[in-house]
């Protein structure tokens, strides 16, 4: 007998010897597999489920949080005597019509706002993050102080309650420093600027080339004929605060810091 032949044998008796009727059935073992494969499968598609629904929630709560951070929080007054505080804990308030913007930057390096309208402001103090209001024609700079701008593409008006105010027009560039109960007047158009102070002004007029002071110290001046003009003027202290009347009309700076210096015997020097 070969070997394959013994083989077959073997496998028959195994067979005759453990066989008994009834005890296997294929089907009902086939139903048997199947049912303890099933939950195998239903714990492999749950977690797979449950995790692209967190995936597609986690990315519209970024998405919200990206598109809320970056927008720019406008103000607009539908009443006068509109009431807000800023971030920052400044107050304004705000005149029917007004408008206010800031955006998510506002108070990590500086506070800077834009505006039309009428709108006064009470800001908070900090000397390391300047408070900056842009109109459509100048720039305000503060760091802590009263004051109400009125402001649309046209004109820019400030008036100083308390504290200092750089009031810097779009053209001519001139910086104005402004204290309290000083105003400014700046048309955009005209280029002229009109600013008056208890006791004096002046009048810079950069369409016509025109200067007018009124009992203006000299000192301020100075300071405009320096950035009218684009030149360095040396002014002696003790020479600072005395005060000049005087109108010019397409005159060179030459002309009018000599006229200046005979008038009132002044040591005015232009450094080029």
């Known amino acids: 007998m070969t070997d394959n032949n013994r083989d077959i044998d073997e ?81 304004i308030e705000m005149q029917q019509g007004a408008e206010l913007k800031y955006d998510k930057n506002f108070g990590k390096t500086e506070r800077r706002v834009s505006m039309l309208g009428e709108i006064s402001f009470a800001v908070a103090r900090n000397e390391g993050k300047p408070f900056i209001v842009s109109t459509p024609g100048a720039q305000i700079r503060v760091l802590g102080t ?27 560039v001139i910086p104005l420093l402004c204290t309290a109960g000083m105003s400014v007047h700046y048309t955009a158009g005209t280029e002229n600027i009109k600013v008056n102070s208890p006791g004096s002004s002046m009048e810079i007029n950069g369409k016509n080339q025109s200067l007018v002071f009124n009992n203006s110290q000299l000192k301020d001046v100075s300071l405009v004929l320096s950035n009218f003009y684009d030149v360095q003027i040396e002014l002696p202290e003790e020479e600072s605060a005395l005060t000049f009347t005087s109108s010019f009309a397409q005159k060179s700076v030459v002309e009018i810091v000599n006229i200046i210096n005979l008038t ?4 005015l020097v232009i450094r080029l």
């Open 11 to 91: 496998r028959i008796r195994f067979v005759a010897k453990h066989y008994k009727p009834n005890v296997f059935d294929p089907r009902k073992g086939w139903e048997k597999i199947q049912k303890q494969m099933a939950p195998e499968r239903k714990r492999r598609k749950l977690p797979l489920f449950y995790s692209a629904a967190a995936a597609v929630a986690l990315l519209l709560v970024v998405t919200v949080f990206y598109f809320t951070s970056n927008i720019e929080r406008e103000l607009i007054a539908k009443a006068d005597n509109t009431l807000y505080v800023l971030p920052d804990s400044s107050r």
């Open 264 to 267: 009132l015997d002044t040591h």
């Open 146 to 172: 009263e004051f109400t701008v009125l402001a649309d593409d046209a004109e820019t008006r400030l008036s100083v309650i308390s504290g200092k105010v750089l009031f810097t027009p779009g053209r001519p």
